[in-house]
């Protein structure tokens, strides 16, 4: 049976991506901050193990890590993340400015790091993180939410080094932008549903080969701008 890890697995996206990687036959590790309210999660039928994973705490990696023990893991997806506070015109916050960074980018790398000799030990060998079209600086053309931007654009530096340093282990390193998803972030005006971002995602990761260690990918296949 194939192995599934993932992060923010309680909502949004995250839950979508469970609940079919579950209902293929999946053993997932789904991490989410608090499994006792975690309900959606918890209903999922197949293989689901919870995890109780704030991302800022190294206490509950130690634990992530203890739970797993040898098992290998077939695709890793570093999902969660926050949006980051809103721009103030005058003056930027500094403590919402270092969680955006935590959550989005330091907490991702350590895991990965962690994780590494899980992958390596299993089949498929797939290293996703879940980014945005906002962390491109190529595609960049408007203002706003500089903290989840640059984040994002932090964590496609991370993606990359990674894919050169983990590809001595086989392990495919890609970064996927997961399209406007109606979602807590994505709010209600956004055109695709979880599910439907998360079937594609799910296609897309099935694919992957070689040729995308170090890629920047839509939803939908597609390379996207720097
Ligand atoms: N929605 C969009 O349109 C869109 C567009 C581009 C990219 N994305 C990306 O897609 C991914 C999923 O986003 P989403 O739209 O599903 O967002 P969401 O509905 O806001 O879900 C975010 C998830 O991250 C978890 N999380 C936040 N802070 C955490 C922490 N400190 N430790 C552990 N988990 C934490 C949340 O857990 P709690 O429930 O405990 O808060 C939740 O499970 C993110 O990487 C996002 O940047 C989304």
Request: net charge positive; glycine share 22%; hydrophobic share 30%.
């Given at each position: 049976m194939p192995s599934l890890l993932l992060t923010?697995?309680?909502?949004?996206l995250g839950l979508a991506l469970a609940r079919r990687y579950a209902g293929r036959g999946w053993r997932v590790h789904a991490c989410c901050r608090d499994p006792d309210r975690a309900h959606a999660l918890r209903a999922l039928a197949g293989a689901v193990r919870l995890h109780r994973l704030e991302l800022r705490d190294p206490s509950h990696h130690a634990a992530l890590l203890d739970a797993l023990g040898e098992e290998p893991l077939d695709v890793v997806i570093a999902n969660a993340a926050v949006p980051g506070p809103p721009d103030s015109p005058t003056d930027l916050d500094v403590g919402a400015w270092l969680e955006t960074f935590h959550v989005n980018v330091i907490a991702p790398a350590r895991l990965a790091l962690a994780l590494r000799p899980h992958l390596a030990r299993s089949r498929l060998r797939r290293l996703v993180a879940i980014t945005?079209?906002?962390?491109?600086i190529a595609d960049n053309r408007t203002d706003g939410l500089l903290a989840y931007r640059s984040s994002k654009a932090a964590l496609h530096m991370v993606w990359r080094s990674l894919a050169v340093a983990f590809a001595a282990d086989g392990i495919i390193c890609t970064l996927i932008h997961?399209?406007?998803?109606?979602?807590r972030m994505g709010g209600?005006?956004?055109?695709?549903s979880p599910e439907d971002s998360a079937a594609h995602i799910q296609d897309l990761i099935d694919r992957l080969?070689?040729?995308?260690?170090?890629a920047f990918l839509s939803w939908r296949g597609e390379p996207c701008p720097w």
């Open positions: 923010g697995a309680n909502r949004g945005s079209l906002l962390g491109s997961p399209g406007w998803v109606r979602t209600p005006a956004a055109p695709l080969g070689p040729e995308h260690n170090g």
